[in-house]
């Protein structure tokens, strides 16, 4: 079983983020990525993206579910305010 805190080191460590933050029971799993990575790609795209660093992990049935969300710098400061 995964924490919170392993995702977020995981997605972290393969992907530059301007903010990270992930919450879960130890089952599901949420995310609110920040990066400027993110930037010309579709949600799809970017979903594929972190989806590619925890691949191992999905596949190894340790991860089974993570609903994100996912933003350029620009589309969370907005967000914000």
Not at 13 to 34: K, S
Not at 40 to 60: D, E, W
């Amino acid at each position: 079983m995964m924490h919170p805190e392993q995702i977020r080191q995981l997605i972290a460590e393969g992907l530059p983020c301007e903010h990270l933050q992930v919450t879960g029971d130890g089952h599901h799993f949420e995310a609110l990525i920040v990066s400027s990575s993110f930037v010309g790609k579709s949600r799809v795209q970017r979903q594929q993206l972190v989806n590619q660093i925890l691949h191992a992990h999905f596949n190894s049935g340790e991860l089974h579910a993570l609903s994100m969300k996912t933003q350029t710098p620009e589309e969370w400061g907005a967000a914000r305010g």
